[in-house]
């Protein structure tokens, strides 16, 4: 087996080097001589225990032989009891990955990669083969439900060989205060069909003693004020930062630039950007900050969202994430009897509670949570006439 460390540079990271590296964390897909699948809320992808992976597939297994026409490698390791996570991917593009980090070090800089390999032996698919090329993605949680994108980092194509050969792909992110946890998601970045098929394995996360980044505590708000949306954002510090580029979508996926402003190039003081978009779409607008550096690398803030009418009232949930317990503040127009739900990532209620409301500031904590799994789940209060009081996504830990 041949195995390659050379790291794939993405898009949006710099040529910077991780020192006094600490693992924090490793997955790994254990081991074992048997095909397995994976805790469930992990994929969207089917499970299947056979040697042929049709599109949208995958297995953990202790070799990478999906289909006949494949490689049949060991884990990158190279331990023939090692298991990775046999993919074929589906035809649409999009998430086919996610897990939660706990347990990080707030104020600090961390490296994340992984290993990828091209399933297909050199030739499947002739000139025409997709070649797998993937996007991860990491998150910190806030208290509100909603998420920070703290980095972002596209492959390169990912090359069939004539050998098994494992590709080191990987970024960097610094975690901001206050947060101890991340989500991250690896996505499918080409489209199903022929040749776009994979094995990842050893997914990492690894504190680092000191590491540089170009822009760093880029954070976007909107506020929604007089029809029009307020979009500010900041930087903590900039370096060889070119240019912001604001984006807007009615629908998440697809997004049009709307306004463009100039970096500080280099500083180490906070800056701050701010537009105005007189015409949002009526019933949502997605909006995001595209961040290029001088040397053409580029990343993404997290996104922001304005809809009207889908919430009422004002609340607060706390703390997320939660370990055995939370409380939810909520402010009602009226007395009536709310309905508490947690549901988890599979759309199943693993807790259900009545709540009487009194017309004003009402408090409840939602108790006896140390049996649930670790994981995403999402709380929501609905009252007397249907209407949603409160939604959030929390995390478990």
Request: proline letters at 3%.
């Amino acid at each position: 087996m041949s195995l390659a460390l050379g790291l794939v540079i993405a898009k949006n990271t710099t040529a910077q080097t991780c020192t006094g590296e600490i693992i924090k964390f490793n997955e790994n897909f254990d081991t074992g001589t048997t095909n397995a699948a994976l805790p469930t809320g992990r994929t969207t992808y089917s499970y299947n225990s056979t040697t042929v992976l049709a599109d949208g597939d995958y297995k953990l297994s202790n070799s990478s032989k999906g289909r006949t026409e494949w490689h049949g490698s060991a884990d990158h390791t190279g331990n023939t009891n090692g298991r990775m996570m046999v993919i074929n991917a589906s035809y649409t593009v999009g998430e086919f990955y996610r897990d939660t980090v706990v347990g990080l070090t707030p104020n600090a800089s961390f490296s994340v990669f992984l290993y990828v390999m091209n399933a297909n032996t050199l030739g499947t698919c002739g000139s025409g083969a997709i070649l797998p090329k993937l996007q991860f993605i990491v998150e910190s949680y806030n208290n509100d439900g909603s998420f920070t994108q703290l980095t972002t980092f596209t492959s390169s194509s990912i090359p069939q060989s004539q050998n098994p050969t494992w590709i080191k792909v990987g970024g960097y992110f610094n975690l901001p205060a206050g947060v101890t946890a991340v989500r991250y998601k690896i996505l499918n970045n080409a489209p199903g069909g022929c040749g776009n098929d994979l094995a990842i394995d050893d997914i990492t996360f690894a504190q680092c003693a000191s590491l540089a980044l170009p822009v760093t505590g880029m954070r976007l708000k909107a506020q929604l004020h007089n029809g029009t949306a307020l979009l500010s954002w900041s930087t903590v510090q900039e370096f060889n930062s070119e240019k912001f580029i604001l984006e807007r979508s009615n629908d998440g996926k697809n997004w049009e630039a709307i306004n463009s402003q100039a970096a500080a190039g280099n500083s180490q003081s906070t800056k701050s950007y701010q537009f105005i978009d007189n015409k949002p779409f009526k019933d949502a607008s997605f909006y995001r900050i595209l961040q290029i550096d001088i040397d053409g690398k580029f990343t993404y803030s997290n996104i922001e969202i304005i809809k009207a009418g889908n919430v009422k009232g004002s609340y607060a949930i706390s703390p997320n994430p939660f370990q055995n317990q939370f409380s939810i503040q909520l402010s009602s127009d009226k007395e009536q009897t709310a309905v508490v739900k947690l549901v988890d990532m599979n759309g199943k209620t693993v807790k259900y509670t009545n709540w009487t409301l009194n017309k004003g500031l009402n408090n409840t904590q939602i108790q006896s949570l140390q049996s649930l799994n670790n994981g995403i789940y999402m709380v929501e209060v609905t009252g007397t006439d249907g209407s949603i009081l409160a939604r959030t996504k929390m995390v478990k830990l």
